[in-house]
């Protein structure tokens, strides 16, 4: 067991500050391909082995990597151009739509709902998601722990009004956390995982039989525009990535251990909780563009975002 001092230094340590790119017009032929990541998942395994360097080497283009704490600051980059392709939970890229951001949707993954849930201290008075009325609820605004959010309240009858939210990042919400300046928090794999293994930390409620936990990769519409194959040669690569990883499960728990600084033990929760899959990277399948459509609908009926969004126009197809 950790403690929740080691906790927050893993948490400092899997969420490095983001350090964009010079942003530039995207190229009618690539020779380069700038990717925004996060410490998790396929991207990081495939950063770590030289997959997509290797994949796209014949074609003349180097890769460079962008690291990010969270998915909002990724998509505001990649739809100004500073980058070519990352990814993030749901609801990012959604206000990225909706501020004009030049992107596609270009495939997807999913990960385990077990994965995001709200926390609170053991000894909180708080047992239930209804006792979250009236308390400071922390999670990163756009991120998909906001929707888990949204949701986990709507389940227990309240409204995200209902609640005081606090826009914080992973990181600035670990110490909020820790020093008590909020009542909950809304967070995903790995932080989940790292603060569950707090004995001060208890799950109040996670995001299971609530919220499906769709995650997408996002490329810029002008370099997709221009460079398809090149799109479709990464997405292809990521799920060979994938396959390879998740039949070699031990081999990779490992892996992401020593990519994140988080210890092997607290690796293997989010890599075997129910639903996880790496190997389940494809383009973009119609039960995906249906589920992030509704998603739109809901978020702009309550406000969230500003505008009526038609999803189904930032989804990219390869060409057959």
Not at 7 to 28: E, H, K, M, N
Not at 35 to 50: D, E, P, S
Not at 261 to 270: F, K
């Amino acid at each position: 067991m950790i403690s929740r001092r080691q906790t927050l230094g893993l948490l400092g340590a899997a969420a490095a500050t983001a350090v964009l790119p010079a942003i530039r017009p995207a190229r009618a032929a690539a020779t380069e391909f700038r990717i925004g990541w996060q410490k998790n998942g396929v991207l990081a395994l495939a950063k770590r082995r030289g997959a997509l360097e290797t994949r796209l080497a014949d074609k003349g283009i180097t890769v460079s990597w962008s690291e990010f704490t969270s998915g909002p600051p990724l998509l505001e980059a990649l739809g100004a151009g500073a980058l070519d392709f990352g990814a993030t939970g749901d609801v990012p890229p959604l206000f990225a739509q909706a501020a004009g951001g030049q992107l596609y949707y270009v495939g997807t993954y999913r990960g385990s709902p077990a994965g995001s849930a709200i926390v609170v201290p053991e000894d909180s008075d708080i047992k239930t998601v209804e006792d979250l009325k009236g308390k400071k609820v922390a999670f990163k605004r756009g991120s998909s722990a906001h929707n888990v959010t949204v949701k986990l309240l709507r389940k227990a009858g309240l409204k995200i009004d209902d609640v005081e939210p606090i826009d914080l990042s992973p990181a600035d919400a670990a110490a909020a956390f820790k020093n008590g300046s909020i009542d909950a928090w809304s967070i995903w794999d790995p932080y989940l995982a790292i603060v569950e293994a707090d004995p001060k930390t208890r799950i109040l409620s996670t995001a299971e039989g609530v919220v499906p936990s769709y995650s997408y990769f996002l490329a810029n519409s002008g370099f997709t525009d221009a460079n398809g194959q090149v799109v479709s040669d990464v997405i292809d690569e990521l799920a060979k990535v994938g396959r390879s990883a998740q039949g070699k499960l031990d081999d990779t728990i490992k892996e992401l251990s020593e990519i994140t600084g988080v210890p092997v033990d607290i690796t293997r929760v989010t890599l075997t909780r129910a639903g996880a899959d790496l190997g389940g990277v494809s383009t973009i399948s119609d039960e995906a563009a249906a589920y992030q459509q509704a998603l739109a609908d809901e978020f702009y009926n309550l406000g969230i975002v500003p505008k009526q969004l038609t999803v189904g126009s930032a989804i990219w197809h390869p060409a057959s």
